[in-house]
Nanobody
């Protein structure tokens, strides 16, 4: 089970840190991805981190978001700075085996999904 937390309402330019905690399995061997979906839009891949620490960011968040993992806490984080209204969405974390599938946001590419946390950036 994956559980996201840390979402909320924040002003334009603000910051949030999302957490993705796993229970029932360890995240060490998995690629973890953060995805988001805004109302009326398709799911978008935001960031991925592989089991060996390689990272990927979609272009629109580069320089603003940072993904990290704490294997001791079985948790992955997404630090989000300089938030913009267009970052408003439901954010989901997911675990999978192939970094490439996370990066490509391939349907069915991630094995386990959380239920999401809402990030709302006001203008």
């Amino acid at each position: 089970q994956l559980v996201e937390s840390g979402g909320g309402l924040v002003q334009n330019g603000g910051s949030l840190r999302l957490s993705c905690a796993a229970s029932g399995f360890t995240l060490d061997d998995y690629t973890i991805g953060w995805f988001r979906q805004a109302p009326g839009k398709d799911r978008e891949g935001v960031s991925c981190i592989s089991s060996d620490g390689s990272t990927h960011y979609t272009e629109s968040v580069k320089g603003r978001f940072t993904i990290s993992r704490d294997n001791a806490k079985n948790t992955v984080y997404l630090e989000m700075n300089s938030l913009k209204p267009e970052d408003t969405a439901d954010y989901y974390c997911a675990a999978g085996w192939l970094f490439r599938l996370c990066v490509l946001n391939t349907p069915g590419g991630m094995a386990y999904w959380g239920k999401g946390t809402l990030v709302n950036v006001s203008s």
